[in-house]
């Protein structure tokens, strides 16, 4: 049974910093692709990265390119999301979620395996 547990939320003000980190067990990371999602209070749960896995592929939506990076350590049975210059619209729930495929998708019914989310709160 693969698990995934993220880790890394918190309370940032607005152009600051967090990374969260997702790790996996049970599985054979380097076969699976890797995604982020997150979920705002009221809102429906959206894609915001993926990685494919060898990490030779990445995604984002529009809304994180350029402050939002994932990434792999295949070594450590870890996938992170580096996210800089945060806002307070990226104030949520974020998810890791892993699929048995090469490339990750942006569809979140592609995904296999889920998280329990790590809370993201960006104060203005």
């Known amino acids: 049974q693969v698990q995934l547990v993220e880790t890394g939320g918190g309370l940032v003000q607005a152009g600051g910093s967090l990374r969260l980190s997702c790790v996996v067990s049970?599985?054979?990371?380097?076969?699976?692709?890797m995604g982020w999602f997150r979920q705002a209070p009221g809102k429906e749960r959206e894609f915001a990265a993926a990685i494919s896995w060898s990490g030779g592929y990445r995604d984002y939506v529009d809304s994180v390119k350029g402050r939002f990076t994932i990434s792999r350590d295949n070594a450590k049975n870890t996938v992170y999301l580096q996210m800089n210059s945060l806002k307070p619209e990226d104030t949520a729930v974020y998810y890791c979620?892993?699929?048995?495929?090469?490339?990750?998708?942006?569809?979140?019914?592609?995904?296999?395996?889920w998280g329990q989310g790590t809370q993201v709160t960006v104060s203005s």
């Open positions: 979620a892993a699929v048995s495929t090469r490339r990750g998708s942006m569809d979140a019914n592609d995904y296999n395996y």
């Open positions: 049970g599985g054979t990371f380097n076969t699976l692709s």
